[in-house]
Structure formats: C-alpha cells, structure tokens
C-alpha cells in the first residue's frame, strides 16, 4: 500500500486529492500537513482519522508528499522531504529560475515528480504541440490562450508557460499567451496554428479540479520507489 501524505490538505487540491486517495484501496494517507495557524491545526479531518499537523515530524515512514501550495511553503516542504528523504510530487506553480534551480537540486538526492499541470491529457497535449510546431512552426503563425479562475495568482499560468516553452523548443518561435481569468473556469488551454490557408485548433479544458488530483496520485504512485531524479508527467504516463 503506497503511503502518502499531503502539504495543504485543506486546499482546494489538497482536499480532492485527500478525498480521491480515501477511496482507493492502494493509498493511505498518513500526513496531512497545513501551514502554521492553520485553524485545523491539532484536529482530526472528518471521514479520514487523520490529525493535521504543521510538519511531517514523527510521521515515521512516508512513501511520498504531495503539494499543492504555494512556492514560498512548498521550499520549505521539500526542505523537511530532503532531510526525511522522501520522494514528491510537486503540483505547485508560480515558481520562480531560483525555485526551479533548487527543485532540480533536490532531484539529485530523492526523486521528483515536478509539473506545472497534472492532468494526463494536458500532458498529452504539450506533445502534439511539440510535433504540430516542428511541421508547421515555418508557415504558420502559433498562438496559445489560457482561461483560469479569477483568484489564480500566477498569470500567464504555468501551463501556458510550459506549452510556450515546448513551442519554442520544436519551432524556435516565441508564442504569445493570451491569459483571463473569469469566474470558477478550472483551467483551459488551447493552442492555434493558422496561415492564409487553414487554421488548426488544439483544446483541453478541466471539467474538474479530480483531473489534477488524479494526476498527482497517479505521480505518487510512479514516482514511489523511483531512483533520485527530476521527472514529469511525461515520464508518469510513458511519452518520454
């Protein structure tokens, strides 16, 4: 049975991973983690047996941490995964060059899965985006949207960033992001190749933020085992 645990348990995320983790028989969680002055701090989360605690100390074996956070936490979490050595997966967005160099770091001594957007076929779609660009970067022009939530912080999202960065690495072209953010979109993401001649369009839209946490749990359960190492959701779902 993989043993997991959960920085930011009563987030949003963490909360739907927590609920998925709950019915699958093959996961238990033993840590549920939330920051200092967390009002649930001390108390049990209902349905799960589990108290929240402010660090993963005393916890005494932990197969892999989960977090969806924030970057300023999540440094200190995979701080505290170092010093435990224990694997992660990392959900988090709105890193910055000075984060990611330490994430990489890190991945030297335990493993990590890190990536902006947990989602299989998302993951899916940064590689049709990869091969759309390198056949028509030349004669098209690229062009990528993205629609979240109003309250997401990091604008243009990790996502768009990363489909941008694929786009560049296949074509050598830089691609504009348009970003919004209305409402309780959770996440969708669309790529357009265009030319006098036709228009191609590339969409995933997020029915459900379920589509994340079934993605990180399917991470942890990968990664789990796993050699130090930095990877991604390409190497969980095998399209590396």
């Known amino acids: 049975m993989l043993k997991i645990g959960i920085y930011g348990i009563c987030g949003k995320m963490g909360g739907r991973i927590a609920a998925l983790a709950a019915g699958d028989f093959?996961?238990?969680?033993?840590?549920?983690?939330?920051?200092?002055?967390?009002?649930?701090?001390?108390?049990?989360?209902?349905?799960?047996?589990?108290?929240?605690?402010?660090?993963?100390?005393?916890?005494?074996?932990?197969?892999?941490?989960?977090?969806?956070?924030?970057?300023?936490?999540?440094?200190?979490?995979?701080?505290?995964?170092?010093?435990?050595?224990?694997?992660?997966?990392?959900?988090?967005?709105?890193?910055?060059?000075?984060?990611?160099?330490?994430?990489?770091?890190?991945?030297?001594?335990?493993?990590?899965?890190?990536?902006?957007?947990?989602?299989?076929?998302?993951?899916?779609?940064?590689?049709?985006?990869?091969?759309?660009?390198?056949?028509?970067?030349?004669?098209?022009?690229?062009?990528?949207?993205?629609?979240?939530?109003?309250?997401?912080?990091?604008?243009?999202?990790?996502?768009?960033?990363m489909i941008a960065k694929v786009i560049k690495e296949a074509s050598g072209k830089e691609t504009p992001v348009e970003a919004f953010r209305e409402g309780e979109v959770i996440g969708n993401h669309g790529i357009t190749f265009a030319n006098e001649f036709e228009t191609l369009a590339i969409r995933h839209d997020a029915r459900t933020r379920d589509v994340f946490a079934a993605g990180a749990l399917k991470a942890a359960k990968f990664v789990s085992g796993k050699t130090p190492g930095l990877y991604t959701m390409k190497d969980v779902l095998r399209l590396a």
């Open 26 to 161: 093959d996961v238990k969680i033993v840590s549920a983690v939330e920051r200092p002055g967390h009002p649930m701090i001390g108390k049990k989360i209902a349905g799960y047996g589990i108290t929240v605690e402010e660090t993963i100390d005393g916890v005494r074996e932990i197969d892999c941490m989960i977090d969806f956070t924030l970057p300023a936490p999540a440094m200190g979490h995979i701080k505290s995964c170092l010093a435990g050595n224990i694997p992660m997966v990392i959900g988090t967005t709105g890193f910055d060059e000075n984060d990611e160099k330490a994430i990489r770091e890190a991945s030297q001594k335990i493993p990590v899965v890190f990536s902006p957007n947990m989602a299989p076929g998302v993951n899916v779609l940064f590689d049709i985006a990869a091969k759309a660009a390198r056949a028509l970067g030349d004669d098209f022009s690229i062009r990528v949207d993205e629609t979240h939530h109003a309250r997401k912080k990091d604008s243009p999202s990790g996502t768009a960033k």
